[in-house]
């Protein structure tokens, strides 16, 4: 008995776990319920291709492991799969549905060669997963659908996108305190940068050049103006190009990948996020070197304490800041504002932290944690990811002025001092990194405490943002309620009389047995798999196998 307890121990252990249960996982994005049947080889075929297709969509607009995790498994089981497993590195995803006996398995792998930044298809595609789980989605809608997410074009023109990233970092340099010469001067370098960035594009340039190129740019507009003797502040204006260059995104989802379960995507994101960076430090100090052949002395000017009216006009350009920032990255029309509230938030938050703690970091990282909760709940209500959202809101905060500063010291040659001052940026860009995290996860478990006290069937995110904005949480649609269990009747069980072997327990008609599936074979008996997905009902969830107790002495039948 206890070798059977440990085999089937093992089984379970090793085997694709059924991600249909009875009870809703609180800590899951999306929903995992059953919604269609797998009947023929080609539906088979027709789910893993379209689960494949959508975490593709997620994995090449930048969206992070756990969150592309979620979506193929959320749609694979809506789709009839179950069970089967995913594999996710930065560039593909591999699906694999094991064999059953009453089919063979399948494999399938799906490359991701390109990555851009297109938010508005990201979020079309996670609202085609809350819909498809729902049970709101046909196969021919769902088909459709997902076509024109893959074919979606961009909702801003490009001139328009160039317009943003002028004001991001025009808005950059108000934000640190700068007058409206320099906002202009980087308005246009910012201008400049993106539309030769586009011509490099268009020939396959790596993102190493792309980013030396603009950080080139933006230095050595700061050279000139000084030069010249233009009264604007140059150092801003290398900051502002700086921290528009600045992957926050790939910060951001790289540091939850190492913080998470992915260790091995979270290296490769870190590899990218190093390689780019790196991009910027020789553009700027390639326009450092122009400064010193040319004979120009480039400083950081000190940026003086601001008067009420200064601080009020610093968080308006904050959020400006945050609406242009998810301009740029293509995202929908109705989260811009949203995302220009986090940036503000944040700035207001760090100003009021750091007139209470100076060690570096810990005011970031509060006011970090406070942008993470709040796009959460932001997120929510609009029925977008978190990142869409996290990743403008935390980008006036990156430590653009304090890299620029570090570079200087070290072209220079003051060792010493210049690399203290980028460790400095490095654990500030980290602080934000974590502080994301873990607004996101206060969040959750506030999500999963109301869950708890309600009792109802929804997700996380719509709990949370029901309580943002006072709307009940049975408005949001469900899944269509199975159909109420027969009133089971009780059936006498015989008493054993003296001498004679005890009757096994007679079950209701209507109740599997503790140890079996509601429907069984004899090849899962024996420990192969859960039941087909063929013999279910659609939005029915499973039951899970109830395993025997791994410990103690099984205890003997009792004589009669």
């Known amino acids: 008995m206890l070798d059977q307890a440990r085999r089937a121990v093992w089984h379970v252990e090793t085997a694709p776990m059924t991600l249909v249960s009875p009870a809703v996982d609180p800590r899951a994005k999306y929903r995992r319920r059953r919604q269609f049947t797998i009947a023929q080889r080609a539906q088979l075929n027709e789910a893993v291709d379209t689960a494949l297709r959508m975490g593709a969509v997620f994995l090449a607009a930048g969206a992070p492991t756990d969150d592309v995790e979620a979506a193929v498994f959320a749609a694979g089981t809506a789709l009839g799969l179950d069970p089967f497993e995913v594999d996710i590195t930065n560039k593909a995803i591999t699906l694999s549905v094991p064999p059953r006996a009453n089919r063979s398995g399948l494999t399938t792998l799906r490359v991701v060669r390109s990555s851009a ?3 508005t298809r990201l979020a079309a595609a996670h609202e085609l997963v809350v819909d498809l789980t729902a049970g709101r989605v046909s196969r021919e809608e769902l088909r459709a659908r997902l076509a024109r997410i893959e074919r979606m ?9 160039t317009l943003a990233w002028g004001v991001l970092a025009g808005s950059l340099v108000v934000r640190l305190g700068g007058g409206w010469l320099a906002a202009l001067i980087a308005f246009a370098s910012a201008a400049l940068v993106d ?13 190493f050049f792309l980013n030396a190129t603009g950080a080139l740019i933006a230095t050595s507009v700061a050279v000139a103006i000084t030069y010249f003797g233009v009264p604007a502040n140059s150092s801003l204006v290398v900051a502002g190009g700086i921290i528009a260059l600045l992957p926050g995104m790939a910060l951001v989802v790289a540091a939850q990948e190492a913080m998470g379960a992915f260790p091995v995507t979270a290296a490769a994101r870190f590899v990218e996020l190093s390689v780019g960076t790196a991009g910027i430090v020789a553009g700027v100090l390639g326009g450092l070197l122009i400064a010193g052949q040319v004979g120009v002395s480039m400083s950081v000017a000190d940026i003086p304490a601001g008067s009420l009216g200064s601080a009020a006009l610093a968080v308006l350009a904050a959020g400006v800041a945050s609406a242009a920032s998810a301009v740029g990255s293509h995202a929908p029309v109705r989260v ?5 509230v986090a940036g503000a938030v944040g700035l207001v938050v760090v100003s009021l932290m750091s007139e209470w703690v100076s060690t570096a970091g810990v005011p970031e990282a509060v006011a970090a ?9 932001l997120a929510a209500r609009l029925r977008v990811p978190t990142v869409i959202l996290v990743v403008p809101g935390i980008l006036p905060m990156l430590p653009g002025l ?23 940026a490095v654990t500030v860009a980290l602080a934000l990194a974590a502080g994301v995290l873990l607004g996101e996860l206060v969040a959750q478990g506030f ?12 997700g996380p995110a719509t709990v949370i943002g029901s309580l943002a904005v006072g709307v009940p949480v049975a408005a949001a649609p469900s899944a269509p309620a199975p159909a109420p269990a027969p009133v089971p009747v009780p059936v006498p069980v015989p008493v054993p009389v003296r001498g004679e072997p005890a009757a096994e327990p007679t079950m209701r008609s209507n109740e599997p047995a503790p140890t079996e599936s509601p429907v069984a074979t004899s090849t899962e008996a024996a420990g192969q798999g859960e039941p087909s997905p063929a013999e279910g009902q659609p939005g ?7 395993l025997p107790r791994d410990g103690g002495r099984p205890r003997p039948p009792r004589a009669v």
Do not use: C
């Open 117 to 119: 930044k297109h938010h």
């Open 153 to 161: 074009p961009r909702p801003f023109p490009r001139w328009f996108v």
């Open 195 to 207: 539309r030769i960035g586009r011509v490099l594009s268009r020939n396959s340039a790596p993102q």
């Open 336 to 340: 811009l504002r949203a995302a220009g």
């Open 369 to 377: 944690t406070v942008v993470g909760a709040l796009t959460y709940v």
């Open 402 to 424: 304090a890299s620029y500063q570090g570079l200087l010291l070290l072209s220079e040659g003051n060792v010493p001092e210049g690399t203290a001052v980028l460790l400095g």
């Open 447 to 458: 999500a999963r405490r109301r869950m708890g006290r309600r009792g109802v069937d929804a």
């Open 540 to 546: 029915t969830p499973i039951r899970r196998p109830v």
